[in-house]
Nanobody
Framework: VQLVESGGGLVQAGGSLRLSCEVS????????MAWFRRAPGKGREFVAG????????AYADSVRGRFTISRDNARNTADLQMNTLKPEDAAVYYC?????????????????WGQGTQVTVSS
């Protein structure tokens, strides 16, 4: 199973970015998906998760109301729409897949990870 993130880049504070994670080599609809991030000098942080069907989602308090996770099981993609970005959102963003039903914040429950995409937010 391979996960490939795209869509990162440089944006001004208050701007928006949309990250996408394409999954190949497995049955995407059977994976719960999530996005995590790691800022310089910090540990990996849960951002958002989504159930297999897409019917349920979870968010970190720091991004709730600004970020939206979604998935398209026909295209094997999981996206993260990020609005009203803040300098503290700058990080490498990773998508992760769990072959079970869990889509929460415990990173060790996810079996597959992408290589990450850099998001930089200028103030």
């Amino acid at each position: 199973v391979q996960l490939v993130e795209s869509g990162g880049g440089l944006v001004q504070a208050g701007g928006s970015l949309r990250l996408s994670c394409e999954v190949s080599g497995g049955t995407f609809s059977t994976y719960a998906m999530a996005w995590f991030r790691r800022a310089p000098g910090k540990g990996r942080e849960f951002v958002a998760g989504i159930a297999r069907s897409g019917a349920s989602t979870a968010y970190a308090d720091s991004v709730r109301g600004r970020f939206t996770i979604s998935r398209d099981n026909a295209r094997n993609t999981a996206d993260l729409q990020m609005n009203t970005l803040k300098p503290e959102d700058a990080a490498v963003y990773y998508c992760a897949a769990n072959t079970g039903t869990y889509y929460g914040s415990v990173d060790t429950d996810y079996e597959y990870w992408g290589q990450g995409t850099q998001v930089t937010v200028s103030s």
